[in-house]
């Protein structure tokens, strides 16, 4: 079509990783330890957790990764998705 989109076409997978990450790690926690909600702490450090791992340690280890300060916008941006629509209820101060 021709037809581009920046943001889609480069970051939507940062974005996805920790969009997807989050109710992942909610649901785990359901299943182990009863808790069917994450604190706003809990959220800053998993989304701190999978920018430490997608952009420091795999491009350390895999020349193939590269580092970009805009894969850390797009996954703060996912992981904060995740509580901006509908799961504000699963996420408490």
Do not use: H
Not at 18 to 26: D, E, G, K, R, W
């Amino acid at each position: 079509m021709g037809i581009q989109f920046r943001f889609f076409d480069f970051y939507l997978d940062p974005f996805c990783f920790s969009a997807l990450i989050v109710p992942l790690f909610v649901w785990e926690r359901k299943l182990l330890f009863k808790r069917t909600n994450i604190s706003k702490l809990e959220l800053c450090i998993l989304v701190l957790f999978l920018i430490i791992f997608s952009e420091v340690i795999l491009p350390y280890f895999f020349p193939q990764f590269v580092a970009d300060v805009t894969d850390v916008f797009a996954i703060v941006l996912g992981g904060f998705w995740y509580s901006w629509l509908g799961a504000e209820s699963r996420v408490k101060d």
